[in-house]
């Protein structure tokens, strides 16, 4: 523990995918440093950052990546999506038209990537449920239709975070190992 020369058994990759502005960023910075920040970065290029976890007896080291920013050029180029073992799938609840793009993200997504890859789909802001505009069901039912996991979470609150990066990497490993 707390020990960074520990040899790292596994690095999966995971990215994040989804339109602009519904908290892929946030929802990173909440899992790898347990951060929000209300405003947001304004730069423009892939990122990712990393957080160590100790599954089994074995160090995984998750490699999250985010757009930041890319999707607003339809720009998410294939060196994105290269070598991902999972990807999280991030529609704002608040926001019809971004649950309404999760079609198309995943055709993208499915286009790019590995076919074994384990997709989580996410329904992120759950803390403004007054303004919720995708039901709990219609995503359930798509992500059943598509095979993917699903979560609803805050990244503002924390809710579900953690468990949604714990369970789609879990499932990495358990189909890695
Ligand atoms: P990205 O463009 O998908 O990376 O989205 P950001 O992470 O930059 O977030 C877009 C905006 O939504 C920012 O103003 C965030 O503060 C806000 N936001 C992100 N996650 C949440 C959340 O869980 N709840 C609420 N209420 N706001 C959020």
Redesign the pocket.
């Known amino acids: 523990y707390g020990d960074y020369n520990q040899k790292i058994d596994y690095v999966f990759k995971v990215v994040l995918i989804?339109?602009?502005?519904?908290?892929?960023?946030?929802?990173l910075a909440r899992f790898a440093r347990n951060e929000?920040?209300?405003?947001?970065?304004a730069t423009i290029g892939v990122e990712f950052q990393t957080k160590t976890l100790v599954t089994d007896n074995k160090t995984v080291k998750a490699q999250i990546w985010?757009?930041a920013?890319q999707e607003r050029y339809r720009a998410v180029t294939s060196a994105y999506y290269r070598g991902a073992v999972g990807a999280m799938l991030?529609y704002?609840m608040t926001k019809r038209q971004s649950f309404d793009h999760m079609a198309k993200w995943l055709e993208e997504l499915r286009g790019h990537a590995d076919k074994n890859i384990v997709i989580m789909l996410i329904g992120?802001?759950?803390?403004?449920g007054s303004l919720r505009a995708v039901p709990t069901e219609d995503a359930q039912e798509f992500a059943q239709r598509e095979n993917l996991f699903f979560m609803e979470?805050?990244?503002?609150?924390a809710t579900n975070v953690e468990t949604a990066f714990l369970t789609i990497l879990t499932e990495i490993y358990r189909i890695i190992s």
């Not at 929000?36 to 970065?41: G, I, L, R, T």
């Not at 992120?124 to 403004?128: G, I, P, R, Y």
């Not at 979470?153 to 609150?157: D, M, Y």
């Open positions: 989804g339109d602009s502005a519904v908290g892929k960023t946030q929802l929000f920040s209300v405003d947001s970065k985010d757009t920013g991030v704002d992120n802001k759950c803390d403004l979470t805050s990244a503002l609150e």
